[in-house]
């Protein structure tokens, strides 16, 4: 396996992050434990998850994929095998948000219980709060670090400006900075990224983990009608963004790609994503043993020059590079 620095980071991670909203969601705990441990046994050690999964779904709060994941690694005995990482800062309830610093240690400390371990690897900003100065919550995350609870910092669904701003106060201060970002970045959702935040990354060395590598699932090729919505928990959004004429063209690129390559158009876009500079490990989700099969073996995957122009051409948008 081909692990990656992420950032300026100590952290080794493989070059897919599993990506954990699916558990105790999509993923009941008995599959989401075969899953995890699949992951681990393809050789993959990086899973991403966040306080907030999956307060969405009716009944829940928030916690339920960190909960499944500390009962799996309390079972398993594998979390030296596993580079962990969630999140904080979104609404958890009775207003618990944000990243002040008296909230971000409230907020670790029930990951910590729900994991069911020591140490987070890297914990992420999940938003930027513009209420809360930078410097406030980089040195929260620095008394962390130093108490050992977390190795280093992420951001997550931040501006370039704000991303920038962030760096210069943690190198001022001489407190931690983001060591890695996670925005969305696909196939399908390309101009934000490559315009600002794509070459921010590159020129100060940090690491990105860009989330709904597949597009909420659209880039697999399952929705490619209205019709399709009601094949998942989240078709109809997924149908809604992505299920037009720009969405189509790249399907038939996706396609015929497959056909060359005698694999899934999922593991094209994957495979893609993976050859975009600056990319350190795409996040995918997987709620079955096959699919997972199908995102562990696109890693192998090196896409001809002919082949990532033609998905170039088709997903071609307005301030991508």
């Known amino acids: 396996?081909?692990?990656?620095?992420?950032?300026?980071?100590?952290?080794?991670?493989?070059?897919?992050?599993?990506?954990?909203?699916?558990?105790?969601?999509?993923?009941?705990?008995?599959?989401?434990?075969?899953?995890?441990?699949?992951?681990?046994?393809a050789g993959f050690n990086f899973i991403d998850t966040a306080d907030v999964y999956s307060a969405w779904v009716p009944g829940h709060s928030g916690g339920e994929s960190e909960t499944v994941i500390g009962k799996w690694l309390r079972q398993s005995g594998k979390r030296n095998r596993v580079?962990?990482?969630?999140?904080?800062?979104?609404?958890?309830?009775?207003g618990l948000v944000g990243l002040s610093p008296a909230y971000i240690r409230q907020a670790v400390d029930a990951s910590?219980?729900?994991?069911?371990?020591?140490?987070?690897?890297?914990?992420?900003?999940?938003?930027?709060?513009?209420?809360?100065?930078?410097?406030?919550?980089?040195?929260?995350?620095?008394?962390?670090?130093?108490?050992?609870?977390?190795?280093?910092?992420g951001a997550s669904n931040y501006t370039a400006p704000r991303l920038a701003e962030a760096l210069d106060v943690a190198e001022r201060a001489g407190l931690p900075r983001y060591e890695s970002l996670?925005?969305?970045?696909?196939?399908?959702?390309?101009?934000?990224?490559?315009?600002?935040?794509?070459?921010?990354?590159?020129?100060?060395?940090?690491?990105?983990?860009?989330?709904?590598?597949?597009?909420?699932?659209?880039?697999?090729?399952?929705?490619?009608?209205?019709?399709?919505a009601g094949k998942s928990a989240r078709g109809a959004k997924t149908t809604q963004l992505y299920l037009n004429?720009?969405?189509?063209?790249i399907l038939d690129a996706l396609d015929a790609?497959?056909?060359?390559?005698?694999?899934?158009?999922?593991?094209?876009?994957?495979?893609?994503l993976l050859s975009r500079p600056g990319v350190t490990a795409p996040i995918a989700s997987a709620t079955s043993i096959a699919q997972l099969n199908e995102l562990t073996a696109a890693v192998q995957l090196k896409l001809d020059g002919q082949t990532l122009a033609a998905l170039d051409k088709a997903s071609a948008e307005e301030g991508a590079a």
């Open 245 to 249: 004429p720009r969405g189509l063209a």
């Open 1 to 41: 396996m081909d692990y990656r620095t992420l950032g300026r980071s100590d952290l080794q991670v493989s070059p897919l992050a599993f990506g954990g909203n699916v558990f105790g969601w999509t993923a009941d705990e008995a599959m989401s434990f075969r899953l995890l441990d699949a992951w681990l046994d």
């Open 257 to 272: 790609a497959a056909r060359q390559y005698g694999v899934a158009p999922g593991q094209i876009a994957i495979a893609w």
């Open 112 to 153: 910590l219980r729900r994991l069911q371990t020591d140490h987070i690897d890297l914990y992420q900003s999940h938003d930027d709060d513009a209420d809360t100065p930078l410097a406030d919550t980089l040195g929260a995350f620095a008394e962390l670090i130093k108490a050992g609870k977390v190795r280093a910092i």
């Open 83 to 94: 580079v962990l990482a969630t999140k904080v800062g979104k609404p958890m309830g009775d």
């Open 182 to 228: 996670q925005p969305l970045y696909n196939l399908y959702d390309r101009a934000v990224f490559e315009k600002d935040l794509g070459p921010l990354c590159a020129q100060r060395g940090v690491g990105v983990i860009n989330f709904y590598a597949l597009a909420a699932g659209f880039l697999t090729g399952k929705y490619r009608t209205e019709a399709d």
